[in-house]
């Protein structure tokens, strides 16, 4: 006989999946009724051509509303998502930011649903909030737009974020490959929208502050020490993380590398040189391995509040090393010859020809 459990357990999973086909029919009335991106989504539209006509380099401006010059200042990791899936799929570019917004919103119902159930638990608590969060206009309207290109993908990146970041925390330890799964995903979500990465580190800290006796009383007591201590592993993780790329550099050139800071970016460069693939690849990939390796090996060392600020130097680190996983990856894809050119602010290969 089907014990009471299961019955809830299969239950639950109808309710979800009819839920979702419900989601999808709203959302479909929408977007059937025109045949262009919803309400709006010509500046995404120009900002993907442009990223793409640079061969994915950020440009400097974008050629939207021209002779403007409007500063080409947005999270692109969306218009390079929307840019492969046109070039490498064919599909018109148009149509694609018509249907991804849809397909990235309908795609973070299932994390929310696991997020909701964490932090809800058993029962029908997490079914209702995700009722109420795939059919309400709210959960939506905005996302599903043209303009919802970079918000439906910061929310779908931030949901699985805190899904392990929960996962990690009730846990009870930070050296777990949760914790680096989460980082990664903060940083794929900063890549995407600002406004919903600080909304997320805002739910992190208030998970850890309220998530049990212990973890509250470690860190609502002195708050500001522990503001304090946020802020000294924030210069130690850009001091560690730049430092690891110049150490790369400076073996690769016996030159000092150049570093900048310009308050909402730091950086290392090797100048004027062209780097081997080899040695750019080290250089991308070091802090992002050695900063979790050493953090991950050194929290069961430490304190609480240590162990919570050491792991979140890994998650910040994590995070920050986002950009650079991205630029290892399509440097994977290129021939051994291959020079790189880092100027602080871009990256350019050199392929041989054929």
Request: aromatic share 12%.
């Amino acid at each position: 006989m089907t014990s009471s459990p299961r019955r809830e357990k299969q239950a639950a999973i109808l309710v979800l999946a009819f839920c979702i086909f419900l989601a999808a029919i709203i959302r479909l009335q929408l977007l059937l009724a025109t045949p262009r991106p919803l309400n709006d989504g010509g500046l995404f539209l120009a900002m993907t051509r442009d990223l793409q006509a640079a061969g994915y380099r950020l440009p400097e401006f974008t050629t939207y509303n021209l002779p403007d010059r409007i500063p080409y200042a947005y999270p692109p990791l969306s218009f390079a998502l929307a840019g492969a899936l046109n070039q490498l799929l064919g599909a018109d570019l148009l149509q694609v930011l018509r249907w991804l917004p849809f397909v990235l919103n309908m795609l973070s119902i299932l994390p929310f649903y696991l997020l909701a159930k964490r932090i809800l638990g058993d029962g029908r608590k997490p079914l209702y909030a995700t009722i109420a969060y795939s059919l309400l206009k709210p959960g939506y309207f905005w996302y599903i737009m043209g303009g919802g290109l970079t918000r439906s993908l910061g929310l779908l990146c931030s949901l699985w974020a805190l899904v392990f970041f929960w996962d990690a925390l009730r846990a009870g330890r930070w050296f777990s490959g949760r914790l680096l799964a989460s980082g990664v995903l903060l940083g794929l979500t900063a890549c995407s929208l600002i406004e919903i990465t600080l909304l997320t580190a805002g739910v992190m800290w208030a998970s850890s502050s309220f998530q049990s006796e212990e973890w509250g009383s470690a860190f609502t007591v002195n708050i500001p020490a522990l503001l304090g201590g946020i802020l000294l592993v924030t210069v130690v993780m850009l001091v560690l993380h730049e430092g690891l790329h110049g150490l790369v550099f400076w073996l690769t050139t016996r030159e000092l590398p150049k570093f900048e800071f310009k308050g909402y970016y730091a950086s290392a460069s090797p100048g004027d040189w062209y780097l081997p693939r080899r040695s750019f690849l080290a250089a991308t990939l070091l802090p992002l391995v050695a900063i979790t390796v050493a953090g991950l090996a050194l929290i069961p060392f430490f304190s609480l509040r240590g162990q919570f600020l050491l792991g979140f130097l890994v998650l910040l680190n994590a995070s920050g090393a986002a950009g650079d996983l991205l630029v290892a990856l399509r440097l994977a894809r290129l021939p051994q010859a291959t020079y790189c050119r880092d100027t602080g602010t871009e990256v350019t290969f050199f392929s041989p020809a054929g």
